[in-house]
Nanobody, 124 residues
């Protein structure tokens, strides 16, 4: 089992940057694929980026490609989301998620564990 805690959200102007962190408690973190999702008010949850258990493979959804980068440090049990060139439409609650089967998927139901979320607000 793993517990996830996100941090790093906040208010930023359009064009700015934020770095989200997701700290995991649990000795099996390095075996899990990880991902970031987001949910804006009135919208469905959206997959943003995923990373394999080793960090060798990453995938970003089209809307954030070239602007967001997912990474992980297994020694620190932490996954990151570097967000650059932020836009008002990036405003959402951002969640990290862990997949104990390491499927490197993009669906919510492929992830067993979820953090509580961190709010990102981008002003125009």
């Amino acid at each position: 089992q793993v517990q996830l805690v996100e941090s790093g959200g906040g208010l930023v102007q359009a064009g700015g940057s934020l770095r989200l962190s997701c700290a995991a408690a649990g000795r099996t973190f390095r075996d899990y694929a990880m991902a970031w999702f987001r949910q804006a008010p009135g919208k469905d949850s959206e997959f943003i980026a995923g990373i394999s258990w080793s960090g060798a493979r990453t995938y970003n959804t089209h809307s954030v490609k070239g602007r967001f980068t997912i990474s992980r440090d297994n020694a620190k049990n932490t996954v990151y989301l570097q967000m650059n060139s932020l836009k008002p439409e990036d405003t959402a609650v951002y969640y990290c998620a862990a997949d104990s089967k390491a499927r490197f998927g993009r669906r919510r139901d492929e992830y067993d564990y979820w953090g509580q979320g961190t709010q990102v607000t981008v002003s125009s």
